[in-house]
């Protein structure tokens, strides 16, 4: 019976109905086998077979496009990349074989899209994942196919076995009618030929399993190609840089150069301002030289005129000197008297001419030193007019490095672009493959480094890695000098916002208004920012954690879809598991908590057949605006069970459960959806010996260490696929169960403290959340009474 229920193929989401109703699927096949007979081992095929012919198409295609005749012209855009993402398939209710078949197209319309971004971006994490998807495929194939060869094995024994029971019968009637004889050896010859489409369909079965082998080997060898590609890629990339780098020591010598043809331009500019001063005040001075010339010309001129008049004079007076003897002493004395005056005129009129000279000859130096100064002042003018031109053609030249250096900085902000939008659709991408998948999500957030964390000088315990593949996925701890790596969907280290948190997990959030139930607990040791990370600061806007912040968003979109004609209706409750005891925290009426020993209000939980959870008693409030659930929060939060530890000076001391279920309806069309938001901050995972709680948190810590390790049980039941999960076995689990086993989309926040003395608490959670990453629970289902119909353009798509 075991080997049976292993070989079984993995069950529809529609299967699980039937099962709620009362009738086990495995029950309902043999009733249609014991009806049908044969007929219904033609038309139910298992799964494995419908898998196997839609994987043998895609691989099909796969080698057509890697021999480049088709996969090449195929093209998408980005609306047809959002459609085919937003893409709802039309489910039946018991058409097995057809969703199947829908969903494996889709699937595969997924692979090429897939395989289309990752030959347009060149990127080796999307061509890495697109050959890890189909090495997975492969090996998926490879299971079902050997899981239906043994499912037909068994089917085909117990034919044989039947006929052989028929050959039995038809023995014993031999006996009596002869007649019959015949019809048993037709018999017989049917069971032959059974028989020989048994071995053929075993043949057939070998054949497939060593192409599926050969699809392995292929994938392997396009891996390799992959990451020489990649190796190829860094080593352009470094060349770039190296580039870059030079380009920029061209600019920095080419800035160096126009600075100190500056400097020699301006030195030229200042000699030529002082060759023409100089040159101004020896033409000022030729100017007053040649003034005092004309003066002294002058002068020579009135002197010469003065002589004439007195030789005039003396020939009157020697012609006159018979008849003036008497004034001939007087007249000799005035003689003497114009000689003398006339000699010094001849002495002056000397030392002007000698003054003359020496200006002239001052004139003529001073001219030839101005013709050196002109052709000074010509060599200067040419150097400056090269040094112009040198300038100019730096100019030019660093304005073609500056052009190219921005045709750079363009192309590379283009490529960042591509990079981001590239990065969105893998996302998105990743969020689907998730979503059919049906895992568990894991955010791991490491809070920031405390004053009284006593780290001091140790080196620090928490590293993220930095290749490619683990970058904003990876996490490392450092214990004892030994390296403890971590994987999961996103990490976020200590510098992270609670915005860039809430953004990662705004699209989950989403889905509560699209009709899916969502769930979103964080795990962690005491202090670790579990709390912070939900709750945050309410009355500081950038510190709101992400139950206020989801509430937000879920209010602003409901508004934003009545004009689509939505309407939305909404009740929270909220409640805390203290010590295995249920509380209201909204509740009125104080007697419902436990007071002095006596026992409260007695709070029972309950799964209806749709897999909805409900709390007997609980108290349930309808809110219309984001006011009143920031005054239920309040409310809450001093409602709430904290203590002292030596953990945390304020510890919680219990499970808090926020629960918000929504309801949608569209009146025009009459669509009608149900969605739940379950946001849960858990008590924290601590051993005893590091809380060292006494008397009344000694109870509350083993309290809380039962239920932490009955959800540890449950994950680990779930990891391992076992029958029987033991939920019942605390309240937390219980509560939690449609989240965890159900079809929920569910996420889980593990906070981790980078305190040197919390390693061995970090590396517990880490491990705990790492099996929980593994856990598939289901393909979430939208709770809805009709199909809804597509989001608009601008609306966000459901984080599957």
């Known amino acids: 019976m075991a080997s049976r229920n292993q070989n079984r193929p993995p069950r529809s989401p529609s299967s699980k109905k039937e099962v709620v109703e009362g009738i086990p699927l495995d029950k309902r096949r043999r009733i249609g086998m014991g009806r049908t007979g044969g007929a219904t081992n033609v038309e139910r095929k298992p799964f494995g077979t419908v898998n196997r012919k839609l994987d043998v198409t895609a691989t099909s295609d796969v080698g057509s496009c890697a021999e480049g005749s088709d996969c090449g012209n195929v093209e998408f855009t980005k609306e047809e ?6 893409e709802r398939l039309k489910m039946k209710k018991f058409d097995h074989k057809g969703n199947l078949e829908l969903v494996s197209e889709l699937n595969a319309r997924l692979k090429v899209c897939i395989k289309w971004f990752q030959k ?12 890890q998807i189909a090495l997975d495929a492969s090996e998926k194939k490879c299971t079902e196919t050997e899981a239906e060869m043994k499912n037909k094995e068994e089917t085909f024994s117990a034919t044989i076995s039947e006929l052989r029971q028929d050959n039995a019968c038809l023995q014993e009637r031999l006996a009596k009618e002869e007649s019959e004889k015949l019809d048993a050896i037709a018999c017989h010859r049917k069971e032959n030929e059974a028989r020989i489409t048994l071995e053929a369909l075993q043949a057939s079965l070998t054949k497939d399993l060593e192409k599926a082998q ?12 992959v990451d020489d590609m990649y190796k190829r890629l860094q080593e352009y990339n470094l060349s770039l840089q190296q580039y870059n780098s030079k380009l920029h020591a061209e600019l920095e010598v080419a800035r160096e150069s126009l600075k100190r043809v500056e400097k020699e331009k301006s030195t030229i500019v200042e000699n030529h301002s002082t060759l023409r001063g100089r040159y101004s005040s020896l033409q000022d001075q030729l100017n007053l030289a040649r003034t005092a010339q004309d003066e002294a010309l002058n002068q020579k001129d009135t002197l010469a005129n003065e002589v004439k008049c007195l030789r005039v004079e003396l020939q009157q007076v020697r012609e006159d000197r018979d008849r003036q003897v008497a004034q001939v002493q007087a007249l000799t004395s005035d003689v003497v008297k114009y000689k003398e005056s006339s000699g010094e005129s001849c002495a002056k009129l000397e030392y002007h001419m000698e003054k003359t000279k020496s200006l002239e000859e001052t004139c003529s130096s001073q001219r030839e030193q101005i013709c050196l100064l002109e052709h000074q002042l010509a060599a200067a003018n040419e150097k400056l007019k090269m040094s112009d031109l040198s300038s100019i053609e730096t100019r030019t030249e660093f304005e073609k490095q500056k052009r190219t250096v921005r045709e750079l900085q363009e192309r590379l902000a283009e490529t960042e672009n591509q990079l981001v939008e590239g990065e969105k659709l893998r996302k998105k991408l990743h969020n689907t493959i998730l979503e059919l998948k049906g895992n568990i999500r894991v955010f791991c957030r490491v809070r920031p480094v405390l004053p009284d964390d006593g780290a001091g000088s140790e080196p620090p315990v928490i590293s993220y890695p930095t290749s490619t593949e683990a970058l904003g996925r990876g996490i490392d701890v450092i214990q004892s000098g030994q390296k403890y790596p971590f994987t999961f969907d996103k990490v976020f280290n200590h510098d992270a916002s609670q915005q860039e948190v809430f953004v990662e997990i705004s699209q989950l959030v989403q889905s509560a208004l699209d009709g899916y139930k969502v769930c979103i607990f964080a795990y962690g040791q005491t202090g670790s920012g579990k709390t912070y990370t939900m709750m ?25 879809l009545m004009a689509q004609g939505w309407k939305y209706k909404m009740q929270a409750s909220m409640l805390e ?17 436990t007071e002095n020993g006596a026992p409260g209000k007695q709070y029972t939980i309950k799964h209806d057949a749709n897999g909805n959870t409900h709390v007997t008693d609980l108290t349930i409030v309808d809110v219309c605006r984001i006011e009143e659930i920031s005054s239920l929060l309040r409310q809450a939060a001093q409602s709430r069970s904290v203590g002292k530890t030596q953990m ?35 008590a924290g995972s601590e051993r005893l010996s590091r809380s060292g709680a ?31 999960v033991p939920f019942r076995n605390s309240k937390l689990t219980y509560l939690l169960q449609p989240c965890l086993g159900g079809d929920s989309k569910t996420l889980m926040f593990v906070n981790i403290s980078p305190d040197p003395s919390s390693v061995g608490e970090s590396l517990c959670s880490l491990r705990f959340a790492a099996r929980v990453n593994a856990c598939e629970i289901g393909i979430p289902r939208r709770q809805m009474l009709a199909q809804i119909p597509a989001r608009p353009a601008d609306s966000r798509l459901s984080y599957g």
């Open 81 to 86: 990349v959002d459609a085919l993402v937003n």
């Open 120 to 131: 347009r971006d060149e990127s080796h994490v999307e061509e890495e994942g697109k050959l």
């Open 214 to 225: 050969q699809d392995i080997l292929a994938a392997n060898q396009r891996a390799a190609s």
């Open 536 to 560: 945050g600061r309410p009355e500081a806007s950038e510190q709101k954690g992400l139950i206020p912040r989801s509430l937000e968003q879920i209010f602003q979109t409901s508004q934003s």
């Open 577 to 593: 598991i203290y010590n295995e005891t249920i509380r209201d925290l909204l509740s009125t009426n104080k007697s419902s908590s």
């Open 648 to 682: 945390n000076e304020q510890s919680s001391r219990s499970h808090f459960v926020f629960t918000l279920r929504i309801s949608g309806v569209n009146e025009g069309t009459e669509q009608q959806v149900q969605g739940v938001l379950n946001l849960i901050d858990l």
């Open 694 to 724: 006494t008397g009344d948190r000694l109870k509350e810590t083993q309290a809380i260490n039962r239920s932490l390790s009955c959800l540890s049980d449950v994950i680990f039941s779930l990891a391992k696929k076992e029958d029987h």
